[in-house]
């Protein structure tokens, strides 16, 4: 595994990639930062070339722009975390949903009729790759910003970023399967 030290926007970022994949990219103080990284030295190594992608797709991003995701991820985490975020990756750029919403895919997914919201808020708060698997883009059934393990200001920034219409918009829903 190798890691990178990258700057944006909203500060220091520690992106962490494996076999050509980029498997994290935490804000250096945010919660479940995982705590291994720290004693990886910052060698770009054999995914210098990835690295240097990760960088340009932050660049632009951090323009305003939505870039084309052209490089692989790999997040590191059980079944149910992956479907979810399998779930955040199709959020469209400058849309939100809420975690009900998210909730009743998984439910649909799984053929129950209910999947608890409290199990996605925690799946989505453990998204070890910040800002691509777009976990900023999910708020809560009133309409409040929660639940962002790089604080709640940086999801408010990048929702601004995208230009998302919280207020008049309509939360984004996912087909039925």
């Given amino acids: 595994m190798y890691k990178a030290i990258l700057m944006s926007d909203l500060g220091t970022m520690v992106a ?3 076999s050509g994949a980029v498997v994290g990219l935490w804000f250096e103080e945010q919660n479940y930062f995982p705590n291994n990284l720290i004693s990886i030295p ?5 995914d210098e070339y990835l690295f240097h992608a990760l960088k340009e797709w932050l660049k632009s991003y951090f323009r ?3 870039p084309p995701l052209n490089f ?5 985490g059980c079944e149910f975390k992956q ?6 990756l199709e959020i469209p750029y400058g849309s939100f949903t809420t975690y009900g919403e998210i ?5 649909l997914l799984r ?6 919201s409290q199990a996605v808020g925690g799946a989505v708060g453990h998204n070890p790759i910040s800002i691509i698997i777009p976990c900023h883009r999910v708020i809560g059934a009133s309409g409040k910003f929660t639940g962002y393990a790089g604080g709640i200001w940086r999801k408010e ?13 309509k939360p984004f829903l996912y087909n039925s399967p």
Avoid: C, H, Q
């Fill in 16 to 18: 962490a990639a494996d």
């Fill in 42 to 46: 910052a060698d770009e190594g054999s």
């Fill in 64 to 66: 305003g722009e939505n």
């Fill in 72 to 76: 692989p991820l790999a997040p590191i």
């Fill in 83 to 88: 479907i979810v975020w399998k779930l955040l």
């Fill in 103 to 107: 909730a009743r895919k998984v439910a």
């Fill in 111 to 116: 053929g129950i009729k209910r999947f608890s």
């Fill in 157 to 169: 920034e990048l929702l601004k970023l995208e230009r998302t219409d919280i207020k008049e918009g």
